[in-house]
């Protein structure tokens, strides 16, 4: 059972307003609002209509919000059976037929993932040294559609990541011990590279 605190806010959309419960669980820390806020502002261009994977899902922040605000589908996924028993639980209460919760080892998840995905969303555990092998195996995949948007949050001192050359970087922000920031798969896209201002 989820203490009372344990509590997030959909920020925007056709589920503005509506809180959802996550339970107690190692390395589990929701998104804050402020930083989601700012992210959908980013996203806001692209985000409808678009197919999304939420790994380490978690509290299901980011992939219920992307929900709320018109993505096509999202892919919730989460090692933990307790996290994913209550994905489960308020994607019956939100009544969407558009979310699929899986629970897998992330990794082991993206070796068989059905890609690619418009907005990859990644907010590994912290101090667990996963994200890199996360990015790698995304690339090697091919996971990320052209033109498609990787959200990336981590430690705020964690500076030695490597990204493909043909992922750009378009926003990044800090707050408190946080970074986080927005790439695009520039491979293949002839067009201007990106609407998101």
């Known amino acids: 059972m989820a203490r009372q605190s344990n509590k997030l806010r959909i920020i925007g959309g056709q589920w503005r307003s509506r809180q959802l419960s996550f339970p107690d669980a190692e390395g589990l820390r929701p998104t804050t609002d402020r930083i989601r806020e700012t992210v959908f502002n980013w ?3 692209v985000i409808h209509g678009a197919r999304c ?4 899902s978690g509290s299901g922040a980011m992939g219920f919000e992307a929900l709320s605000r018109g993505a096509a589908s999202v892919v919730m996924v989460d090692l933990n059976p307790k996290v994913v028993r209550q994905l489960k639980e308020n994607v019956q209460l939100l009544a969407t037929r558009n979310a699929q919760v899986v629970q897998a080892d992330c990794l082991q998840y993206l070796s068989q993932a059905n890609g ?3 907005v990859i969303f990644l907010d590994p555990p912290f101090a667990k040294d996963m994200l890199q092998s996360v990015l790698e195996r995304i690339e ?3 996971l990320l559609a ?3 948007y990787v959200y990336v949050e981590c430690e705020r001192q964690l500076s030695d990541l490597r990204f493909p050359p043909h992922w750009q970087l378009h926003r990044e922000r800090e707050g408190g011990q946080v ?4 790439y695009q ?3 293949g896209d002839e067009a201007s590279p990106s609407d998101i201002i």
């Open 43 to 45: 996203l806001q261009p």
């Open 53 to 56: 994977l939420d790994l380490f």
């Open 116 to 118: 690619p995905f418009d």
């Open 140 to 142: 090697k995949h091919a």
């Open 146 to 148: 052209s033109g498609g």
């Open 179 to 182: 970074r986080f920031s927005l």
């Open 185 to 187: 798969n520039s491979a």
